[in-house]
């Protein structure tokens, strides 16, 4: 297929100068932002939570002259809706008001009066979406943690929880490591209900009109509530009456034993879990607990504040990012360079990279051992130094590229064949037991714990994902394994069933259907699968029914709620480059028309050699609870999440390089397919 036209495509001599001429400028823009050690690293935006916790966990720790709150302040001022209200991703059709009660909390602490313009839009929003009744456990958490909520009206976290061992079913284990790597220090300050109150004329009174004694802590009501779920609650009200009574016998050694985890796993750039949550309730615990500033764990801490991979300075606004990408981005540049051919003409760089990413490899135990003992370390991490979590999506990428190394004499006098092996061993030993691979654990599926009261945040849990599970597929695929393998059959098996009615596949870490279905496809080319079968077509149809009018493909955050947005949104260059990825790797003459108009929408778009993108087209948690795809028919789903498409439980993210590498890689596979 493609073959008969291939001489047609070859002769326009124009369409192939201008298609290599974007191809260098962008593979030449990479080159130049390649930082000296030799990775590549995009900044990673989120929402306005980022820079209000740290403006309140300062305060906390009594650093309210801290150089970085009003740095801090200025960002929320600048990303603040005409509506008042902060919002969760770029165009949002709401706020959220969560993010919201956090930054306004956070500017008052700065001084900000309520009589502000800004402010009393932002008071006015609140209100008008019921006032703190209706805020999520996280929020209450940082309204208690500044003496403005009652510590016995948030949900009671136990420290005695380290002590459940690992066949519990309430294990720490059986929750996903970021979830876990939160829940642990949070349960100490949970212990302690520690509290630095604001200045009195800077106190969120406005917010309690009737008086704090008349306002109504109870947690908002669920539809559909069954006994399970009172069940909990009720679990929750004894918990925090023994605590109020005393009657806590294991307190002392269970908080002696959560900090000695939490100090344990604190990474060596001084940051928990690669990420913000962690970090900072990890931090105020240690300081709540009498570790001085300048102890080396808290100092770490409060030191990676001021470390450039982590901030972000623009003007006199500063933005801390939630997390950092140095090894996906480094590895999804590196296979962008050989989709395009980049690969000797950039030998230097691409040479340093390769390097760095082995450097990289995690042969050290991390957490996921305590539900796969018996297999040995292997796998990559996300982050500059997160060695407890590695990640399976990283090591699927890790393994493609080094794939295209493994012959060359001088990587292997380096050890790429051993990397290789431990990588393929330990994503092996990681895959789930319905055929699929979940990011960081093994079978980490318990939904009952998401019907505690404390986790009515993001995801509580880590299953099986698509877009995980054929990006591990498509790396099996370039080592030269084939559909026969059993663990692969149980995969496409796994890929097969979890495939839309539409055609399309559920985007679990990038947003949506188009990345989903965009990751599936390359890989069943990749395993050896017959690319004309019926499901494989359906999924193609889908793509090219879903190109818009400009030639490229866009979907919006807003279709994790709305059924009505599946594969709709503002037209970006990643998610056109996702859908082209995937038409390219079918094969079909049918679809030569979508992909040259794809093809000439990025080349069009193209900018100095990069392309703009203020969409968020990557996703963190897209609310659900259960870390899986749900069926969005039901009349009752946004009452019972709390969420619309707003996407108030959410964490949307937008990688600043997914525009850039993601469309390199289209128009370098659409040029290897021209030959």
Not at 205 to 227: L, M, Q, T
Not at 504 to 528: C, D, H, M, Q, S
């Amino acid at each position: 297929m493609f073959d008969d036209e291939t001489q047609t495509g070859a002769a326009n001599s124009n369409f192939g100068k201008q298609l290599s001429g974007s191809i260098d400028a962008a593979a030449d823009w990479l080159a130049a932002r390649q930082k000296p050690e030799g990775y590549w690293v995009g900044r990673l935006e989120s929402n306005g939570c980022m820079e209000a916790q740290w403006i309140l966990a300062l305060w906390f720790m009594g650093l309210e002259d801290h150089h970085l709150r009003p740095r801090l302040a200025e960002s929320l001022r600048q990303t603040q809706r005409e509506d008042g209200s902060w919002e969760i991703y770029h165009g949002a059709p709401a706020g959220d008001i969560n993010t919201t009660v956090e930054a306004y909390a956070a500017l008052r602490s700065v001084g900000a009066p309520k009589n502000d313009p800004a402010m009393q839009r932002a008071y006015d929003w609140i209100m008008s979406k019921g006032g703190l009744k209706n805020i999520r456990v996280f929020t209450r958490y940082w309204l208690a943690l500044i003496g403005e909520y009652p510590w016995e009206r948030t949900p009671n976290l136990p420290p005695e929880v380290i002590y459940f061992p690992n066949w519990f079913p309430f294990s720490i284990y059986n929750f996903a490591q970021w979830a876990r790597a939160t829940l642990m220090p949070i349960a100490v300050l949970s212990a302690r209900r520690p509290s630095r109150a604001l200045p009195q004329e800077n106190r969120l009174d406005e917010f309690f009109p009737e008086g704090r004694n008349n306002f109504d802590y109870s947690y908002p009501e669920k539809p559909g509530a069954d006994i399970i779920d009172s069940f909990f609650v009720g679990v929750d009200r004894l918990l925090h009456w023994g605590q109020s009574a005393g009657i806590a016998p294991w307190r002392r050694g269970a908080v002696k034993r959560a900090l000695e985890w939490i100090i344990e796993h604190q990474d060596a750039d001084g940051v928990w879990g690669g990420i913000q949550p962690p970090w900072i309730y990890s931090m105020m615990a240690l300081y709540n607990e009498g570790y001085a500033l300048d102890h080396p764990n808290v100092a770490a801490a409060l030191g990676a504040l001021d470390d450039p991979r982590w901030r972000v300075d623009v003007g006199d606004a500063t933005w801390i990012q939630a997390s950092v990408s140095p090894v996906w981005d480094t590895l999804l540049t590196l296979l962008a360079y050989d989709d395009a051919n980049q690969n000797d003409r950039h030998s230097e760089h691409v040479e340093k990279a390769v390097d760095w990413i082995l450097s990289q490899q995690v042969l050290r135990p991390g957490d996921w051992q305590v539900k796969v003992p018996n297999v040995e370390p292997g796998g990559w991490a996300f982050e500059y130094k997160n060695y407890f979590y590695p990640d399976t999506d990283d090591t699927a990428v890790a393994l493609i590229v080094l794939s295209q190394f493994r012959d060359d004499p001088k990587w292997r006098e380096k050890g790429i064949e051993r990397a290789i092996q431990t990588g393929v061993n330990w994503l092996f030993g990681m895959q789930c037991k319905g055929g699929g691979w979940g990011a960081f654990d093994k079978d980490n599926d318990k939904t009952y714990l998401t019907r505690i009261p404390f986790c009515d945040f993001g995801e509580a849990l880590d299953p099986p994902s698509v877009d995980v599970t054929a990006h591990i597929v498509e790396a099996f695929g370039k080592l030269g394994f084939r559909m026969d393998h059993p663990q692969i059959c149980r995969a496409i098996d796994y890929l097969q069933a979890e495939q839309e009615q539409n055609g399309a596949w559920f985007g679990r870490w990038g947003v949506n259907y188009v990345y989903g279905t965009g990751a599936v496809l390359p890989a069943l080319e990749a395993i050896g699968e017959k690319m004309d079968r019926p499901y494989i077509q359906k999924a193609c149809d889908w793509l090219v029914a879903m190109q818009q009018d400009d030639g490229g493909w866009g979907e919006s955050c807003a279709s994790y709620m709305d059924p009505n947005m599946t594969g709709k949104g503002t037209t970006t260059a990643s998610q056109t480059a996702w859908a082209l990825m995937g038409l390219i790797a079918a094969n079909r003459d049918a679809d030569r028309e979508a992909i040259e108009r794809g093809i000439a929408f990025l080349m069009e778009r193209q900018n100095d050699g990069t392309w703009d993108e203020p969409e968020y087209t990557g996703a963190g948690f897209p609310g659900y609870g259960v870390g899986a795809t749900i069926k969005l028919g039901d009349p009752l789903l946004a009452e019972r999440l709390k969420q619309g498409p707003e996407l108030s439980r959410a964490f949307m993210i937008n990688y600043n390089l997914y525009r850039h590498y993601f469309p390199l890689m289209a128009l370098g596979r659409w040029r290897e397919k021209l030959g």
